[in-house]
């Protein structure tokens, strides 16, 4: 591993429990993600604070199109503090305030 390789990501984590993949990502982001810059971010990569707020952004969106009202009611969105380990401010043992909604939405 390089020092820029800091192993799967809590994001990686998110994105199976929400059921999503690569492709719903650039699929879905209105600021054309590719899919080299979503495998970079779920495999440890470090990206720019700019990349991380644009995956975060993308991830949030995706995950908004699959609710239903009453469950866009209960969704917190979430920071890149939350899908990347060496984002600013990253709590390692914080709990997803979202894993009953995303296991709603796998069924």
Do not use: C
Not at 41 to 51: F, I, V
Not at 60 to 86: M, P, T
Request: glycine content about 8%; aromatic content about 8%.
């Amino acid at each position: 591993m390089g020092e820029r390789d800091l192993g799967t990501q809590p994001f990686d984590l998110l994105m199976e429990a929400w059921g999503l993949s690569n492709t719903d990502l650039v699929n879905t982001s209105p600021e054309q993600l590719t899919h080299k810059q979503v495998r970079r971010a779920r495999s440890g990569r470090q990206l720019t604070l700019k990349m991380m707020m644009k995956i975060n952004r993308t991830f949030n969106v995706a995950i908004w199109f699959r609710l239903n009202d009453d469950q866009k009611e209960r969704f917190v969105e979430y920071g890149h503090r939350d899908l990347f380990s060496y984002a600013k401010g990253h709590d390692p043992g914080s709990e997803d305030p979202n894993a009953g909604l995303a296991a709603e939405i796998r069924g």
